[in-house]
């Protein structure tokens, strides 16, 4: 197997790492590597911060190992290795009655890191997070290829589910998908006047899935103004795909406090005041940023940040305190979205809290570093939490005060990795690992 030295970073560009990444298409090539030089694996990494890093170490890319292993089409269980994304499930499967029953805001999120950060969607308040959909997974785990499930191996798989990667590497998983009508989603979008019209709509929507873009850039009576979009999976006729854009170079449009304002002003108008209601392919609804290729580039060379915490219900108005910091600093981009959780979470270090959760997109300047500080600390008092997925700045104290069950799943994975072959840039940086 070759070791190639690569330069490479997570989503928000603003963290990198140089290291010797193997890419092995067959499952007996990564055991063969595990034997040799056990390193942690990354998928796709959409991970913003440094999840997936692993700077002057080895690192396993596991995006060749993208088989199907098996499907069921009576009850919907798919085995798939961890390469396998989760756009690839889509596709394959809607049109045979079956869609995966959670997915992130991007497609490429593939089977394994989905599962390593135990991610959720727009339905979390109905249906809870990817590893509650998880029947069980084939991990290397010191040495060893276990089968870990909710009733076998229980802490084993609790540590991995939401683990980022600390248990060991994930090889394939079996996913129970949930059934669909069609292959669309009827959508309706609503024009949401102020903060106040933010949180009655999340609070006394009944959709399955619901999430809101805010106006991260409106002070004044029309703070925390936005639009509300209800949707459900539907047997209509979705319109054919628009063509694929991309972004060629490294360029600052969101990095621009007047773009973002005009943009997001555009935003607000392009849902009438009464609002509207539309078919929309399953790809554009739940993935609208993977038509850009490259979106990310548009904070420019120096890369951005994203803040996302989770507050709980009795906390709403610490978050409105948060988002009032964030619209009086003009820094934040187009990209701001607010959507409601609830209680199910599948793992010891899994995000989700019942609550509503904030994500906001800032550029990776000094100006932005600081806000986001004031935002952690204010999410720590409100007894809320930060998502590692996205976190690249907060200190590992902080983190570790968030998750009741760090301390469970630090001992869970000193059993898995006791020689602590897999750990990351992040988990060095949070001292996860003690
Ligand atoms: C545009 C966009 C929108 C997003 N929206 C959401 C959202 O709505 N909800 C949400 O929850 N997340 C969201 N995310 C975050 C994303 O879903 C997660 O970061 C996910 O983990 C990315 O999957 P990946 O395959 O790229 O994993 P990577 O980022 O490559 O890795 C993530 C973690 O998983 C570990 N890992 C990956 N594969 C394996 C494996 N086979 N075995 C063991 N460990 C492994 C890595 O070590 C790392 O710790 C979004 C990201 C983007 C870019």
Redesign the pocket.
């Given at each position: 197997m070759l070791w190639k030295t690569t330069e490479y970073s997570?989503?928000g560009n603003a963290l990198t790492a140089t290291g010797d990444i193997a890419r092995p298409e067959r499952a007996a090539t990564l055991a063969r590597i595990l034997d040799e030089t056990p390193a942690?694996?990354?998928?796709?990494?959409?991970?913003?911060g440094d999840?997936?890093l692993n700077d002057g170490g080895r690192a396993i890319d596991?995006t060749r190992?993208d088989k199907i292993i098996g499907f069921d089409p009576d009850t919907g269980v798919v085995e798939a290795e961890?390469?396998v994304?989760l756009t690839t499930l889509m596709r394959l499967f809607a049109h045979r009655g079956w869609v995966p029953a959670v997915v992130?805001?991007?497609g490429?999120?593939?089977?394994?890191?989905?599962?390593?950060?135990?991610?959720?969607?727009?339905n979390h308040h109905a249906e809870g997070?990817?590893g509650n959909h998880v029947k069980s997974i084939s991990?290397f785990t010191n040495g060893k290829r276990v089968t870990a499930s909710p009733t076998r191996n229980k802490a084993l798989f609790r540590a991995?589910m939401g683990g980022?990667?600390q248990t060991?590497?994930?090889?394939s998983a079996k996913l129970q998908m949930k059934p669909t009508p069609g292959t669309a989603m009827q959508v309706t979008e609503t024009r949401l006047a102020d903060w106040n019209d933010q949180i009655d709509a999340l609070t006394s929507s009944t959709a399955t899935y619901v999430v809101s873009w805010i106006d991260a850039q409106a002070k004044g009576d029309k703070m925390g103004r936005g639009i509300l979009e209800e949707a459900e999976l539907t047997s209509a006729d979705a319109p054919a795909p628009d063509r694929a854009k991309s972004v060629p170079v490294n360029m600052s449009l969101f990095s621009n406090g007047l773009f973002a304002r005009v943009f997001n002003e555009g935003y607000f108008r392009r849902v009438p005041a009464t609002g509207r209601s539309s078919v929309k392919r399953l790809e554009e609804f739940f993935?609208p940023?993977?038509k850009i290729r490259n979106?990310?580039r548009l904070y420019g060379k120096k890369g951005f940040h994203q803040f996302q915490c989770v507050v709980p219900l009795d906390a709403i108005d610490v978050l409105e305190e948060m988002m009032h910091k964030v619209s009086r600093s003009g820094l934040a981009s187009p990209l701001a979205v607010l959507k409601r959780m609830g209680p199910d979470r599948a793992g010891m270090m899994s995000?989700p809290m019942e609550g509503y959760t904030l994500?906001v997109d800032f550029p990776n300047r000094a100006r932005a570093t600081k806000l986001i500080a004031e935002l952690e600390r204010m999410t720590a008092q409100a007894g809320g939490r930060l998502?590692?997925?996205?976190d690249s700045l907060a200190h590992g104290d902080a983190i570790k005060a968030m998750y009741p069950d760090w301390s469970d799943w630090a001992a869970e994975v000193a059993k898995a990795d006791p020689d602590r072959t897999?750990v990351?840039d992040?988990v060095r940086r949070l001292k996860l690992r003690g």
């Amino acid at each position: 197997m070759l070791w190639k030295t690569t330069e490479y970073s997570g989503w928000g560009n603003a963290l990198t790492a140089t290291g010797d990444i193997a890419r092995p298409e067959r499952a007996a090539t990564l055991a063969r590597i595990l034997d040799e030089t056990p390193a942690p694996a990354f998928g796709n990494r959409r991970s913003y911060g440094d999840a997936a890093l692993n700077d002057g170490g080895r690192a396993i890319d596991m995006t060749r190992l993208d088989k199907i292993i098996g499907f069921d089409p009576d009850t919907g269980v798919v085995e798939a290795e961890a390469g396998v994304t989760l756009t690839t499930l889509m596709r394959l499967f809607a049109h045979r009655g079956w869609v995966p029953a959670v997915v992130p805001g991007t497609g490429f999120a593939t089977v394994g890191g989905a599962i390593a950060q135990d991610v959720h969607g727009k339905n979390h308040h109905a249906e809870g997070s990817f590893g509650n959909h998880v029947k069980s997974i084939s991990l290397f785990t010191n040495g060893k290829r276990v089968t870990a499930s909710p009733t076998r191996n229980k802490a084993l798989f609790r540590a991995t589910m939401g683990g980022v990667g600390q248990t060991g590497v994930i090889l394939s998983a079996k996913l129970q998908m949930k059934p669909t009508p069609g292959t669309a989603m009827q959508v309706t979008e609503t024009r949401l006047a102020d903060w106040n019209d933010q949180i009655d709509a999340l609070t006394s929507s009944t959709a399955t899935y619901v999430v809101s873009w805010i106006d991260a850039q409106a002070k004044g009576d029309k703070m925390g103004r936005g639009i509300l979009e209800e949707a459900e999976l539907t047997s209509a006729d979705a319109p054919a795909p628009d063509r694929a854009k991309s972004v060629p170079v490294n360029m600052s449009l969101f990095s621009n406090g007047l773009f973002a304002r005009v943009f997001n002003e555009g935003y607000f108008r392009r849902v009438p005041a009464t609002g509207r209601s539309s078919v929309k392919r399953l790809e554009e609804f739940f993935f609208p940023l993977d038509k850009i290729r490259n979106v990310n580039r548009l904070y420019g060379k120096k890369g951005f940040h994203q803040f996302q915490c989770v507050v709980p219900l009795d906390a709403i108005d610490v978050l409105e305190e948060m988002m009032h910091k964030v619209s009086r600093s003009g820094l934040a981009s187009p990209l701001a979205v607010l959507k409601r959780m609830g209680p199910d979470r599948a793992g010891m270090m899994s995000f989700p809290m019942e609550g509503y959760t904030l994500a906001v997109d800032f550029p990776n300047r000094a100006r932005a570093t600081k806000l986001i500080a004031e935002l952690e600390r204010m999410t720590a008092q409100a007894g809320g939490r930060l998502y590692l997925a996205k976190d690249s700045l907060a200190h590992g104290d902080a983190i570790k005060a968030m998750y009741p069950d760090w301390s469970d799943w630090a001992a869970e994975v000193a059993k898995a990795d006791p020689d602590r072959t897999m750990v990351t840039d992040m988990v060095r940086r949070l001292k996860l690992r003690g």
